[in-house]
């Protein structure tokens, strides 16, 4: 398996995507596209029964131009690389560095597509993909893009490790809203693989990620706290507010986000201590001497705070 490496050199948890899978999704927007050509060429047909042969010619151009090749663009460029059949195969089109693509990658990928799909019905992509490490036809060579896997399977997602205790809570009062989806996945790809980065490179990352989380934030990271713990901090704060979104925000949910501490009883009064009566003995030199016994000592109990 070929692994997405960033510009810090960093693995990212993203798989590329095989050939099967990229045909499937190939197929469904064909057949979504293509049932848009029709329905389009069906009214252009009958809005331009009254033209000539080369005007109707030119409309058919212009047609095929826009549904078959525009269409595409304009889809992966909106959803950044998730078309119909990517969005339904679990599938996405990023940027060799692991980015999401701009107009430009998909325009390339839409011009290079009219060549080795629909000129050739896939001959072209299908041999390109084989052939390729990385299963990448022509349009993303030339555009320097791939298609990835988003969905991993349940049993190989690493869990987030929980930051910690005495971070729990302390960030309630950011706001959140402001934070994208995409800086979210490079936080906790990072929490995730954090222990298996070189430790200049795993520095370096968390800085520049608690750095673009704190600008998203509008309140810069304190600067007590290590870089990776206020990242970790600041993810359970946000699954805090969501599992209190889903519970309704009432006393399960505040249980769940932030559990209460145990209430310890307090400890039963104990009775006076009982003096022993002096007893006397004789000492070397012959004169009386006076001993006690101890007194008996009361215990301590409860929760004993830190010094």
Known sequence: MSELVTGDAVVLGLRPAKLPSRALALIIDLAAVGTVFVLVSICMALATASLDDA??????????LLVLVGAPIAVETLTHGRSLGKLACGLRVVRDDGGPIRFRHALVRGAMGVV????????????ASLVSAR?????????????????????????????????????????????????????????????????????????????????????????????????????????????????????AAASVAHPAPVAHPAPEPLPAPVQAAPVRSAGHDGAAAVTRADAVRPRTGGFAPPA
Do not use: K
């Open 135 to 251: 299963g990448r036809r022509l349009g993303d060579v030339f555009a320097g893009t791939l298609v990835v896997r988003e969905r991993v399977p349940a049993g190989r997602a690493a869990a987030v490790p929980p930051p910690p205790p005495w971070l729990i809570g302390r960030f309630a009062g950011l706001d959140l809203s402001a934070v994208p989806d995409d800086l979210w996945l490079a936080v906790r790809q990072y929490l995730t693989r954090m222990h298996q980065l070189d430790a200049a490179v795993g520095r370096g990352m968390s800085e520049r990620l608690a750095g673009e989380l704190a600008a998203r934030t509008g309140v810069p990271a304190p600067p007590d706290v290590p870089a990776a713990a206020f990242l970790a901090a600041v993810v359970n704060e946000r699954q805090a507010r969501d599992a209190r979104r889903a519970f309704g925000g009432g006393p």
């Open 116 to 127: 080795e799909i629909l000129a050739t019905l896939g001959a072209v992509a299908s041999v």
């Open 55 to 64: 005007a109707v010619a030119a409309v058919t151009v212009a047609t095929f």
